[in-house]
Each structure stands twice: as C-alpha cells, then as structure tokens.
C-alpha cells in the first residue's frame, strides 16, 4: 500500500510540474512575440543617402593636394631665387671692381708723384727711387751718389729711420756702399724693414750721416708705407 501511494504521489507531482514548464513557456513566447512587435527593421537606405549627400560647413572633408603640383612650385621658387641674387651679385661685380681699381690707380698715382725723393748736401745725393711691399717686408731702394771733393764713408748701422709718430724703427741695408768714391758714380742699394713694424705707420722718414765725421747728413722725409 505504501508504495501504491509513494508512487502515485511522484507522478502527481511530475505532471504538475510538466503543466507548470508548460505554462510557463507558452507565457514568455506571448510576451516576446508581443515585444518584438514594437521593434521595426531599420532603413537600410539610409547609409547610401547620407554618403551621396555632399559634406558643408564646417565638417567639409579633407581636400588632398597634389603632390607633384607642390614640388613643381617649390622647385621653380628655390630657382627664381637663386637666380636673383645671381643676378644681384653680378650686376654688383662691376661696380665693386672698378672701386678697387679706382683705388689702387689713386694709390700708384699718388706713390708715382711723391716718388723719386732726393736730398744733396756737400755734393752727395741720396735719392729713393721706390718704395714697395717685397713679401713680409717693405723694401726703399736707394742711389747714393758723391759730386764731392772728398770721399765718404757711411756705417748703416747708425742710419736713423722713424715713423710719423716719433718712433725708431729698425731697418736692414743690402749693398749699400761703405765708402763713396767722389767720382760721381752712381751706386745703388736697398733697406729692407719688417712690415710688422710699420702696421701702425703710414709714412717714415730716414737720416743719414758720415762717419766717423757726421759733417755730412743726408734726410729723405714723407715716405709713404705701402701695403
């Protein structure tokens, strides 16, 4: 009998719950078919129209540029320039070549009118013919010439050669004669000077003396310094 009963109550209980899932599924099929009824399909249309609606305003779409059309302009602009300033240059050449011309035609001009400087006393002569930049050193070549009765004698190492401003400047002889025949030759010699004792002279002037007697002096001034 107890099993009977066990039994029945087990299949009792199955079929209510069978009727319940039952119920329970019909419910939620009515209650989705109800909700996807307020759900519509959207218009897919919609997508094509705005990409064949043209962009204004300020949301306007990129505008790609020509690349080749940009290296064109750069290109011909870095020429025009250079061209320019070529062109600047040369039309500047001539006028800043017949400046410097201009300039040493004035410098030689106005060596060639001081030049040559004499100075004679008791029949000698000494006389500059040139003054002129030979390398690093500036070169005064020199005449000595004695009309005298008497023969001269000369030490170089006492000749005297200063600048504008008062100062001693040291000066190298090259064949000038120690002594001076008086027989009217003409002889001829040089004094070399460092130019790195005359970078702040613009003229020099040189004295001469006998020796042992120093009777006789000879002065030779407004040497221009050329560089």
Do not use: C, W
């Not at 609606?53 to 306007?60: A, D, E, F, I, Y």
């Not at 004669?177 to 001829?188: M, Y």
């Amino acid at each position: 009998m107890k099993t009977k009963s066990t039994v029945i109550l087990i299949l009792t209980l199955f079929v209510m719950m069978l009727a319940a899932g039952s119920t329970s599924a019909f419910i939620s099929y009515l209650m989705g078919q109800q909700a996807l009824r307020v759900v519509t399909q959207p218009e897919v249309k919609t997508d094509n129209k705005l990409r064949k609606k043209p962009l204004t305003g300020p949301h306007k779409g990129l505008q790609l540029v020509d690349e080749k059309a940009v290296l064109v302009e750069v290109y011909n602009l870095i020429h025009t320039e250079d061209d320019s300033e070529s062109s600047n240059e040369q039309s500047q050449l001539p006028k800043s070549n017949h400046l410097v011309t201009h300039t040493i035609q004035e410098e030689l001009e106005s060596s060639s009118t001081i030049l040559p400087i004499k100075n004679s006393s008791q029949g000698v002569t000494l006389e500059l013919v040139t003054a002129k930049t030979d390398g690093s050193s500036f070169l005064l070549d020199l005449n000595l010439k004695n009309e005298g009765s008497e023969t001269r004698r000369f030490l170089y190492s006492f000749i005297d050669v200063r600048d504008e401003q008062g100062r001693l400047i040291s000066a190298i002889p090259e064949n000038l004669p120690g002594e001076l025949p008086a027989n009217g030759q003409n002889f001829r010699g040089s004094l070399k000077i460092p130019l790195a004792l005359l970078d702040q002279s613009n003229n020099i002037s040189l004295t001469l003396t006998d020796y042992p007697d120093q009777k006789l002096e000879l002065k030779l001034t407004e040497i221009p310094v050329a560089r």
